[in-house]
């Protein structure tokens, strides 16, 4: 597609639940990030994906965040158990390579009742 | 610890004047320097990027300037517009690091007509 797409734009989970958000980056980029911003806070780094790999995944705050990225693509980040500090604004960024400028999607605006 | 920081949660300036907007970073090993503008309900928007070999970039009413002995950029629009109205994030690059971008906490700016 012409620009990132994140799916769903909006989430509301009850506590304890999972749950999966989506990453599509543009076509062709070869590194991919999630960041999350809480609201009034700036951006928080998640994890980075080079490819496939995730080189640096030193932002996830518990062992309840899990991310993955298949065939160089499409990411999902996976929330176990969720609380209500996970509460957030979740982003994804790729770029065409880790030097490069990087592209944001809308977000998925997460809600944990 | 903070690697990217900016000092002023927000700036209020008059239509026409000149906006600066600053950013200070701790590692001189960081490489590429970015601009980023966001508006409520958006993701971050790429406005300009600037590398380590050069102390100057500009497009248009937007002027990034980087002053590496300081380890110390600044955003300098003008002439600032009501649009321009949002929040301003500068993110770094690490040439040593794993190539994740590192934003700081976001400069709001008001311009007033």
């Known amino acids: 597609g012409a620009g990132v797409s994140q799916s769903p734009s909006n989430k509301v989970t009850e506590k304890g639940k999972d749950v999966e958000l989506r990453c599509d980056p543009i076509?062709?980029?070869?590194?991919l990030y999630w960041y999350r911003q809480s609201l009034g806070q700036g951006l928080e780094f998640l994890i980075y994906?080079?490819?496939?790999?995730?080189?640096?995944k030193s932002g996830l705050p518990s062992d309840r965040f899990s991310a993955e990225r298949t065939g160089g693509s499409v990411s999902t980040l996976t929330i176990q158990r969720t609380q209500q500090e996970d509460s957030a604004v979740y982003l994804c960024?790729?770029?065409?390579?880790?030097?490069?400028?990087?592209?944001f999607g809308q977000g998925t605006r997460l809600t944990v009742v | 610890d903070q690697q990217v920081k900016q000092n002023s949660p927000s700036l209020s300036v008059q239509e026409g004047r000149i906006s600066i907007l600053n950013c200070d970073y701790t590692?001189?090993?960081?490489?590429?320097f970015l601009w980023y503008k966001k508006y409520p309900a958006e993701g971050p928007t790429f406005l300009i990027s600037?590398?380590?070999?050069?102390d100057k970039n500009e497009d248009g009413r937007f002027t990034v300037f980087l002053n590496k002995s300081a380890k110390h950029l600044s955003l300098h629009i003008v002439p600032s517009q009501p649009g321009d109205s949002a929040v301003y994030f500068c993110?770094?690059?690490?040439?040593?690091?794993?190539?994740?971008?590192?934003f700081g906490q976001g400069t709001t700016l008001q311009v007033k007509p």
């Open positions: 590692n001189s090993m960081f490489d590429y």
């Open positions: 600037i590398s380590s070999i050069k």
């Open positions: 076509s062709g980029h070869t590194a």
């Open positions: 993110a770094v690059h690490g040439s040593g690091n794993t190539g994740k971008l590192i």
């Open positions: 960024a790729s770029s065409f390579s880790s030097n490069t400028e990087a592209f």
């Open positions: 994906f080079q490819g496939n790999s995730a080189p640096d």
